[in-house]
């Protein structure tokens, strides 16, 4: 099946056809996302919950039409983007020592 036949069937299916999607590469997303970024694993699984999520609404809305690249490229995109915004909100955030206070 082509990445434009699978978004089709995702489209019109729904979460059925997204399933499979899920499960082909949620272990390898989570072995990628949590050597690279350094994350927890239910870390890893939230940002990977996510990630499936924003895939299936942009299908949904008709955001995303075809791919240039693989489904796989395209989760793990979200997913880089995901990690990278928590990284930046953890480091805007200093907690401050009472003691020094």
Not at 7 to 12: A, L, P, V
Not at 25 to 43: G, P, T
């Amino acid at each position: 099946m082509s990445q434009d036949d699978l978004i089709r069937t995702i489209r019109t299916q729904g979460e059925g056809a997204l399933a499979a999607v899920y499960e082909n590469y949620r272990d390898e997303f989570l072995l990628w996302i949590i050597r690279e970024y350094k994350c927890s694993m239910d870390d890893g699984k939230d940002i990977y919950q996510l990630a499936i999520l924003i895939f299936y609404d942009n299908i949904k809305t008709g955001k995303l039409q075809h791919l240039v690249s693989s489904v796989k490229t395209y989760l793990f995109g979200i997913g880089k983007n995901i990690a990278h915004e928590s990284q930046r909100k953890g480091k805007r955030f200093v907690p401050i020592d009472k003691e020094e206070w």
